[in-house]
């Protein structure tokens, strides 16, 4: 029950006034722990509060998603004031498989369909063409946004009670949540229901790929690599950083920033970039500041984290540790960049957009825009 009654003024839409005050309650996504299969309770209570239009914290195989019915325009757009999410910004439709696709008037094209049956259940979402007007969703474009999850939970979930829009469980423009804990740090109290589906598989956002024409366009890079898509036959995927923003509205937003300041380096493979690293961590040491380093070998300071060679295994790390060191009061986070290659590419994606400052890389990162997602 809400905690407080819903009051009668009409908000805006991403207006979090007269939103419902929710005691949210967390329940485990399996049952047994450490199991694979979704708790019967947990699947009750979730389907029980999306099919009362109330938006819930589920678990993806990717990072945790706040969703909703996708044809339930009310509950969609209070997604938007739950978050503070630009209206502008179309939100990702999780299906069950295939077979969900024309309750929402996504159509595959041929490219598309090879796609979906080479790469689903997975971390890669679709952007097609949209035979039904659900502008709540779509943000008023005419493609629409698929992807079918991979985690048992979202799977049985979507299963049951049908197609579910779902951004990331974070308040607009923090790191998306990859740990229960973080969502409920950013949603407590706005949601009535976070399902923990403990740590993530790839704790990084699905790759976007617009699949309307012949060829796959990169709009996100995400959890799924290019290279993999390359190796599955699809020759000539574009990659239009430059264009992304225009084709992918979230892309022009800041995000996955913490509160800290971080500034970013090459890899450590750059000996003049590694010197430059250990300076700047000394000189704000100096200065009295409270500095964190991520980096691939130690280094003197008050929180040293060591980041894995592994790029999947610093994506699955990487947005729970900028929280962490957040909660410590950490003022300035000195990473050190990875190669693009494989999922690199996404890490260095997410590292660039949280970057107040790259010290090295191609041209200086600012933040610009307003936050968002
Ligand atoms: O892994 C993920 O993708 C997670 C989990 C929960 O599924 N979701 C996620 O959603 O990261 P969100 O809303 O944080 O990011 C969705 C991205 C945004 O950049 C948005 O602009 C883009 O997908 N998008 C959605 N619909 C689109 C469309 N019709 N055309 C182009 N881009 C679209
Ligand atoms: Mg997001």
New binding site residues.
């Given amino acids: 029950m809400p905690a407080a009654a819903q009051t009668l003024h009409t908000p805006g839409l991403n207006d979090s006034e007269g939103l419902p005050r929710w005691d949210t309650r967390v329940l485990r996504a399996y049952e047994p722990p450490g199991s694979e299969t979704p708790s019967a309770h947990a699947l009750a209570e979730a389907a029980g509060s999306l099919e009362r239009g109330r938006p819930i914290v589920i678990p993806?195989e990717?990072?945790?998603?706040l969703a909703a019915l996708a044809l339930d325009r009310e509950a969609v757009e209070a997604i938007f004031r739950i978050k503070g999410?630009p209206l502008d910004?179309?939100?990702?439709v999780?299906v069950a498989g295939i077979d969900q696709l024309p309750s929402v008037g996504a159509e595959l094209t041929s490219l598309a369909t090879r796609l979906a049956q080479r790469f689903w259940p997975g971390?890669l979402?679709l952007?097609v063409n949209?035979r039904l007007a659900l502008p709540w969703v779509?943000?008023g474009?005419d493609?629409?946004?698929v992807?079918q999850?991979a985690h048992a939970f979202a799977a049985a979930l979507v299963r049951r009670v049908g197609p579910l829009a779902?951004?990331?469980?974070n308040m607009s423009g923090r790191p998306?949540p990859t740990r229960a804990r973080d969502a409920m740090l950013d949603l407590a109290g706005r949601v009535p229901l976070i399902v923990d589906g403990g740590d993530l598989e790839?704790g990084?956002?699905?790759t976007?790929l617009?699949a309307r024409g012949d060829v796959p366009v990169l709009?996100?890079p995400?959890?799924l690599s290019l290279e993999a898509i390359e190796a599955a036959g699809e020759r000539g995927v574009e990659a239009c950083a430059a264009h992304a923003s225009v084709?992918?509205?979230?892309?022009k937003y800041r995000h996955y920033s913490p509160r800290a300041e971080l500034w970013l380096y090459p890899p450590s493979s750059d000996r003049d970039a590694r010197a430059r690293l250990v300076d700047d961590a000394h000189r704000l040491r100096s200065l009295g500041r409270r500095v964190a380093v991520i980096a691939s070998h130690a280094l003197d300071v008050e929180h040293f984290i060591q980041a894995p060679a592994d790029p999947p295994a610093l994506g699955r790390l990487l947005f729970g540790w900028l929280r962490d060191l957040d909660a410590l009061g950490v003022e300035y986070i000195l990473v050190e960049g990875v190669s693009r290659a494989g999922v690199g590419r996404a890490v260095m994606d997410r590292l660039e957009r949280a970057a107040t400052r790259a010290r090295g890389l191609d041209g200086e990162a600012t933040r610009s825009g307003s936050p968002s997602?």
């Fill in positions: 993806t990717t990072v945790y998603g999410r910004n179309p939100l990702i999780h971390p979402t952007i949209a779509t943000a474009l493609s629409i946004a992807r999850p779902a951004p990331s469980a998306s790839h990084l956002e699905s976007v617009d709009l996100r995400g959890a084709r992918s509205p979230g892309m997602q």
